[in-house]
């Protein structure tokens, strides 16, 4: 049957479900639509409507032609984005309510889509041992490893499909897969690509099985959902903050971010006393968006193991407790501290751990070496402006930066090097760690500096220095 083809194919089994849902979004906004009502803005008869809703083994049960699918598609899009929009201008009211987040991840769907593909497809053909499978529902064989961008993508489908009626095709990575070879417009028709004109685009080439070109070019660039979480995260933080004075934003910032860094574990008593301290706006923020219950697996029994040098989690491996952070390994021995009862605990979410925490360790470091030599530390001024400086009107401004490649982080800093050109003395510091596991790391970031007043040291020739200074 001609009119099988397309989206409604796909939908015909869910086609009650989709039009359920269809109602729902466009009666979000205000009142509840009825079906007659939806039926009249479709602009198709109450009767013919009753028949799409039939269950499909009844005998009055019709497909909803292509174009109504379409044009109901083009209407829940548009009552989505009209949604959102409101959200968006209704700020006002957000001090003390709950907090929304700025910006769709599912905007993302289908660059993280694509680059679930390129990883998998890479796997299948480069990785060796893996073969094709022709079957018609599996597509590719040794796709074993699921990495946490995979699950990402997979759960975002999920999801996307769920919203709009569909049945779910994201849990399981074949039939996932099976779906990838056909047009993004027909199997997943959210705004990012109805909107986005990926609605043509097939990942995988159906023929050779291969990813398309067009998979690749979606994946370039990509940084990752983990790289978006951090940028909501960090959007959501300077939002909370916007409805202070300049000065008190500055110093919940510092306040905050020195907070999260020395406690990337935390008891829910201690962090309700530091939230304490901060408008409602800000402790909104942090408590719902920066940390989570400590997951389970970690949980080791009823009790956690915390690092008795920075509290983060310790996990048990060759026999041995470890701790969890690497800036704090690299410099420390092994060392227990508290152990408490797990389910009191709360953990810094993934983004924070590697984008405030993980640099934050050094960071710290080299501000509490400075202090106890008479320095005034100022840690993330002007809302992070550099990574810390010697008090209002003092000449240098340091950044702290543990790229693994020297080359990479002195050509980022000769691109961006942001703040830190504020400063009359603008000094970039390795840890120590870093300097000693990488062989000429301070010569070879300096190569790539010539030319820029930035001077790169490590930490420890930076309070020498600062010590005679
Ligand atoms: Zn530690």
Redesign the pocket.
Known sequence: MQQDSGPAADLKIDQKAFLVAAKRALGAGGSRLTWDQFAARLGVEPRAMKTYRMPAESSDFRTIPRLLVEKIEALVADALKATATSGAESGEDREGTVWRPRGDPMNALPASLAALVMRQGRQVFMGGGATMVSGVDRLWSGVAGLGDEDRRAMALVSRARLTLGLRDVGAEIHELLAHCTKPLGEWLPVPSVTDGGLATVCLIDAEDRMPTLEAEELARGFAGMTGLLEEQVFAAFQDSLSKQSAKDADDYYTQVRTFVVRNPVVTRKHLLKFLAGLPSAVWVCVEQQFYEPLPGALAAGETTTL?S??N?VMTRSRGALH?T?AA??AE?GASRGLTLPAADLFRLNRPLRKYWLEPGIDELRLAERLAARGHTVRMYPNRDTVDLDLGEGGKVGIDLKAYSSPELLGERLRRRPGGLMTYKTPWLVIPDWLARRVPNYVDRVSACLEGSPIRALTLADAVEELSHA
């Open positions: 690092c040098h920075c983060n701790c952070t704090c390994a420390h």
